[in-house]
Structure formats: C-alpha cells, structure tokens
C-alpha cells in the first residue's frame, strides 16, 4: 500500500520542530516508524513534545527540519484538508462542537466529503452502537448533556467516521475518573484490535500505555529516550522509564497493603 | 399648550419623523454590518491589522458626533446636506462595536474545538462558517444591539445636516424653546432605543440559549425568518422614503431659526400655489444652505445681504445698505452663479438687548451710554455671534466693552435668560417677537458697528432659466414685509407656538 514496501504508515525522519520565540527545540531529531495495524503509545510529562509530535502528523504542524512520512507521502506535499480527512483526530473530552447534535458531530467528516444524507445516518447509528452509545437515545442531544465518558465515545465515534486508516488520539481518558477510564480503554484495545486500525496515543499514565501499547515510545525534552513492546519496557534499564515504573509499583504496593 | 393637546396635532409629522429616523437607523446598521463583519473576520485571519484598525474605529467613536458631521458636509459625494452624510457618519460611529465583538467573538471560541475542525479537515471557510460565526453570534449580536442603541442617539443630531428624523423636534424645541417640541422629540427617541434594546435582546437570548442547549435547527430556521422579515420592512420603507422624495422642481432650503424657515416657507407655498413642486429642507446649521445652494443642492433659501458681506465674502462691515446689496448682488453673480433677489422690505440686524426696567432706570439709550456699566454687566451671546466676523471681537473693541462675564449659549434661550436676570445684556436679532412681549429695549448702535442686515433670497441661476415662475414669486416678494410684519409673523409662531404653515398661509391670503 505504500512505496515504503514495509506496510510503515507514518514515518519521522531526523524530525526537529522549534518555535521562533522559544530558544531550546520542541522536537530534537525525531526518527520513528509507525507499522500498519500497530498502536503505538508515546508516554511522557507535559511539555516533553508528544502532543507536538501527533500534530505533525495530521499537519497541524509542519516540520521546521527533516520530514513526517505518511503513507509514502511527505506531510508537506500532502493537501492538508485531503490528509486530515483521512485521519482520526480524538482529544480529550472529545474537543465536540457544542452547537452540533451528537448525530451532527460523528457525521462531520461524511458530510464535509459529501456523503449523502441515508448513508451518513446509517453510519452515524453503526458507529454510536460500536462505541456503545443507543443512537435513538443520544443521536439528537448536544455534548453538554452527556457526561465525560459518554462525550469520550463520541469523540472516538466522530474519528472512526470516515473508517480513516490511521487515528491520533491526544489524552483521550486523561480527564476521566478512574473507573470509567479503565472501561472506556479496555474497550478501546479491544475495537481498535477488531478494526485492525493503526493509533497513535499520547498520554502520561504509564498504565495506560502498558494496556493499549504495541509499542511505547518514551519521550522526553523533546527526545525519543525508548521505544519498546510493552514486556522489554517493564525491564528496561532506562532510569525515565523506572522512574514511570516505580509509580506503578508503589501503587500496587498500596493496593495489597489496603 | 398641554403635551397631549400637541401630540394630537402633531400627530402625522411626529410618525414622519419616526419614520425617517428609524430607515436613516437602519440602512446604517445593515451598512455597518456588512462591513463590520467581514472586517472583524479579517482581522481574525491578521493579527498584525487588527490593532491599527481597531484603533482606528475607536479614535471614530471619540469624535464629537456635531464636529464629524463638520468634517463631511465639504467633501465630494460623501459629503453635502442631507441623508447621505448622515448615513456616513452613523456607519463610521456603529463600525467600532460591531467590528470589536466580531473579533472577540470568534477569539472567544474554545481553542480546542477549532483545532479540532481544523483536524477534522474543514477548510478555513467552513471552520469559520460552520464553527466560529455560529459560536460566536451571541457576542456579534450584542455588538449590533449596542450600535443600534448609540445610532438612535447619533441621529438625533443628523437633524442638523438636513437628514431629518426627531432631532428636528429637538433642535427647534430648543430653538423655540417649546418644551413640548423637546418632549415629542426626546422622548420618542429614547423610546425607540429602548425598543430596539428590547427586541435585538431577544433574538440575542433566543442565539445563546439556542446554542447553549437544545432548540437546534428550527430556532435557526425561525431566526433566518424573523431577520428576513425585518430586512423586507426595512427595504420597503426605504423604498417608501426614496421614492417619496424623487426629483421636485424646486428644493429650498433654510436655516436653522424661525424667520428663516418662514420666508422659505412662504416662497415654497407661493410656488406650489403655482403648480411647482417644492421639496422643503429647512433649518440647516451654520453655513450649509450657502454651500448647498453653491453646489447646488439647493436652489434657494433667504439670506441676509450683512452676513453675506462679512460672514461669506470676507469683508468688514460697512454701514451703507445700498453699497452692500450690491457689491454682494455682484460677488455672488461673478463668484458663485448665484442671483441676490430683490429685498423683502425689513432688515434683521443684531439687536443689542438689555431689560426694559434697567433702561428706564439707568437712563440708556445707545450702546454707548451702556458701556460704562459692562464691568459689572453679564452678557449672554449666542454661538452664531460669538464666532462670527461681525460679531463679538469686532463689537467689544468698538465700543471698547469689557463684560464681568460673557455666557455662550444657545440663542433662543438668551431673551429668557436676559429677562429672568440670569443675564443682564444680549445680541438677539431685531425682528424677534419676544422682544415686545418680554419688555426688552434695543440699545441704539450708535457707532454703526453692525453692517446693515437686509433680507433677501440667494438663488441659483440656472434654477431661475429652469423654472420661470420662481422669477415671478421672487418679483412679487420685493419690498413685501415690512419690519413690524415680520415680528408680527415671528411671534405668531414663537410667541404663540402657531404652525408656521398656517401662519404664512393667511399671510399670503391676506396679502392677496
């Protein structure tokens, strides 16, 4: 599917991005690889250029040296309206129009392509089912009467929309109490898994990413410092990745100990 | 004349007014919101114009609405008499608001939600369409509604520019200093403010409560309409107010007092008598009816030849009134284009006012005999005279007067104020009716100070080749009234607050 010849679906080469007013870069010579059906997690603090890296790839941002590939095409020859339809965007509380329906917010992208009307209502339905929303009960309310999770699913159902081959997803669960987090992202690996989608996923709990991951890229200060399958970062050697590690550890400590 | 017994009578001109101050709002509005919109969306896109163009709306807004009418009347096709400069200078005072609360709007708009339109893949066009206009609309609204508010105020003031609307109550209330005039006017505008307040507050509360919560298309749909509705009232009434006025024979003009309007009140009633059309825009400010009639706004208006001579040919007064009928009569044919008519028969020069009971006691006479006592003296000028080339400097220093005190204030109020001891010296004008009524004495100018003030009408030329009659009305008018005639008139409509019409209708009859 692409000239890579490898099934890589986005791809950093020597990737840097600064800011004219900020002195030290955002992005130090980012090299990575995304494989098709892979979901690849970037953990770190805020500030250390995992939200920068994700908006590199849907363009939100371009590159100040070296290029983001996506399916064999620099970001910068892509059209960026072209590119963006063909990638899933979720942030966290879902980022949804607060004068749209919920209907009208998951059938944004079929309507921006033209989608006629029967067959946007259909998908529309299909996907509210998939992210476990009932169509007849949430289709015609606005995002201010649904709650956090429930906004969650929508935001996840508007990415899947237009069945994009990629999705980007910025602290989907980040703004969640716990229980609904844990739910909400079981059911994430489990239907990205069943659509055999390729994610990117941003976030800052290490949890999180040993759950979804195929891969976890750890960053920081604008660095890729690792990046492993899930069971070669639970015994790396890498002080960054310990220290995420030894949170989860006193955790469960505190767990049996209560 | 009780308030009621007023609105009665004055019923049918008091909705014209109405009528011309609410399309003259209007047009200014829609103007200003096809202008303001774009621009504040523009300034969204560039952030570099947005504080010199900001800055710029707001350095309008602090312009004295009186001083930008001032500016506009001498510039070509913006300027001149009339709706037109009125309409410019009511979109330049409601740009600021509109303008402000487009960009605060649509800066306003949750950040996250446009990053993700713009993820999403809408273009620029649709983000702004689709997202940020309809997000933002309550803010924009609000802007429209407090440019609506402050236009209905600013047009008041349009009265002076000839554009009509309720300020021409106002202006004459306080000229006539008829409290029920002022009334009608004020509290008819402060009326319409409210309503407009009013109602654009609800369509404000129907956008944010829409947006807010459930009510989805069909309160768009039913807003779409109301807006409609009111867009097609307007139109149509602008259509009424343009169609209203097409193309009379002869547009006369006057200026802003009572013996101006009336004498042009007279000769417009003669010509249509006549079978000629006549459009009337009296009581215009300052200079203005010259400078119509000069570019030919205008075709004609009453004048006097003394203001003629220094006020707008620049020369210092002189005493003979032969001499200065026709060196103007020949200035004006050579300069202008311009005919001076025969004169009417009186003279309306400044009349040097003190009251009635200090004359008697002091023993005066002439203005010379007072001047010994304008050190304890306060004197009450109009603006007219406090300003003009025949007006105070050169009075003072000629009969060598230095007042405890000198008032600048409106003119009409000044005989009130003479007589109630707020002042105790005027220059009012020599035809006025209150003089009599209120016992004040004229104070002889002995010193011939004042150039003789010899009514006449300025007319344009080609007005006189174009329309036959006006030259026979002018002929008849010729030595016409005299000076107690016009104090006569002068007090029919000050004195006894008669309408002018019907007061130069009888006249007209009685003269045959």
């Not at chain 2, 010199?52 to 309008?60: D, I, K, R, T």
């Not at chain 2, 609204?141 to 440019?147: L, M």
């Amino acid at each position: 599917m692409n000239d890579a010849g490898n099934n890589q679906l986005v791809q950093f080469h020597n990737v840097n991005f600064s800011l004219p007013t900020a002195a030290a870069p955002i992005i130090s010579e980012l090299n990575l690889s995304v494989a098709q059906g892979e979901t690849l997690v970037l953990l770190g603090e805020s500030g250390c250029g995992k939200t920068t890296t994700l908006k590199l790839v849907n363009r939100l941002l371009v590159p100040t040296g070296g290029e983001v590939v996506v399916e064999g095409k620099s970001t910068t020859a892509w059209d960026p309206i072209a590119l963006r339809r063909r990638i899933g965007y979720v942030i966290q509380e879902g980022g949804l129009f607060p004068h749209f329906t919920i209907a009208r917010n998951v059938g944004l992208v079929p309507s921006l392509l033209g989608w006629d009307e029967a067959r946007k209502r259909e998908r529309v339905r299909e996907l509210l089912d998939l992210v476990g929303l009932d169509p007849e009960q949430f289709a015609e309310r606005y995002p201010r009467e649904l709650s956090g999770g429930q906004r969650q699913r929508a935001g996840v159902a508007r990415a899947l929309a237009a069945d994009p081959p990629l999705l980007l997803l910025d602290e989907p669960f980040g703004a969640l109490d716990p229980l609904t987090r844990a739910s909400l992202q079981r059911e994430f690996a489990e239907l990205s898994q069943r659509l055999g989608k390729t994610a990117i996923l941003v976030t800052h709990d290490v949890r999180e990413a040993l759950i979804l991951a195929t891969r976890i890229g750890l960053m920081h200060n604008g660095r890729l410092l690792l990046l492993e399958p899930p069971d070669r970062f639970l015994t790396s050697n890498n002080p960054q990745a310990r220290a995420y590690l030894d949170t989860l550890a006193v955790a469960e400590q505190a767990g049996e100990n209560g | 004349m009780s308030f009621w017994h007023f609105l009665q009578l004055n019923w049918a001109e008091l909705l014209l007014l109405i009528r011309q101050h609410l399309v003259l709002v209007f047009i200014a509005i829609l103007a200003a919101v096809i202008i303001g919109v774009p621009t504040g969306i523009l300034l969204t896109r560039h952030r570099a114009l947005r504080g010199p163009v900001l800055g710029l709306a707001n350095v309008m807004q602090t312009i004295p609405s009186l001083a930008l009418f001032g500016f506009l009347i001498p510039l070509p096709f913006i300027g001149g008499i009339g709706a037109r400069t009125a309409l410019v200078a009511l979109v330049l005072y409601s740009l600021l608001p509109i303008i402000r609360n487009t960009v605060t709007g649509i800066l306003g708009v949750e950040p996250s939600v446009r990053e993700a339109a713009v993820a999403m893949g809408m273009t620029d066009g649709q983000v702004l369409r689709q997202v940020e206009l309809p997000l933002a609309m309550g803010v924009i609204v609000t802007g429209i509604r407090v440019a609506t508010v402050i236009a209905v105020g600013v047009t008041t003031i349009a009265a002076a520019v000839g554009a009509g609307g309720l300020g021409v109550y106002i202006f004459r209330g306080l000229r006539q200093y008829d409290n029920n005039l002022l009334l009608a006017g004020a509290l008819s505008a402060a009326l319409l403010a409210l309503a407009a307040d009013f109602s654009l507050g609800l369509v404000e509360r129907r956008i944010n409560s829409a947006e807010r919560k459930f009510a989805g298309r069909s309160t768009r749909r039913k807003l779409v309409l109301a807006v409609a509705v009111v867009l097609v009232i307007g139109g149509a009434a602008l259509w009424r107010s343009l169609s209203n006025t097409d193309n009379p024979d002869i547009r006369i003009g006057s200026k802003d007092f009572t013996e101006s309007a009336l004498l042009a009140e007279i000769v417009a009633q003669m010509l249509e008598a006549r079978g000629v059309s006549v459009e009337r825009r009296f009581e215009l400010g300052g200079n203005l009816p010259h400078e119509a009639v000069v570019t030919g706004t205008l075709d004609l208006y009453p004048e006097y030849t003394g203001t003629s001579y220094t006020a707008i040919l620049h020369h210092k007064p002189i005493s003979d009134p032969r001499a200065v009928y026709d060196q103007v009569k020949q200035e004006y044919a050579e300069k202008f284009n311009v005919e001076v008519s025969q004169p009417l028969g009186f003279e309306n020069t400044f009349a040097i006012l003190v009251r009635g009971a200090e004359a008697r006691r002091l023993n005066l006479k002439t203005i010379s005999d007072a001047a010994q006592y304008a050190g304890e003296w306060r004197a009450g000028f109009g603006q007219d005279f406090m300003s003009r080339a025949d007006g105070y400097p050169g009075f003072s220093k000629t009969y060598g007067l230095k007042f405890a005190e000198v008032r600048e204030m409106d003119l009409s109020l000044t005989y009130i104020a003479l007589s109630s001891n707020q002042v105790d010296l005027i220059a009012a004008n020599s035809t006025e009716g209150r003089i009599a009524t209120l016992d004040l004495f004229q104070l002889a100018d002995d010193r011939h100070y004042f150039p003789p003030y010899e009514a006449v009408y300025i007319v344009r030329q080609d007005s006189l080749a174009r329309v036959p009659k006006l030259r026979e009305v002018l002929a008849k008018l010729a030595n016409a009234i005299s000076t107690e005639e016009i104090r006569q008139l002068n007090y029919e409509i000050d004195g006894n607050k008669r309408d002018p019409k019907e007061v130069v209708r009888e006249w007209i009859a009685r003269k045959g």
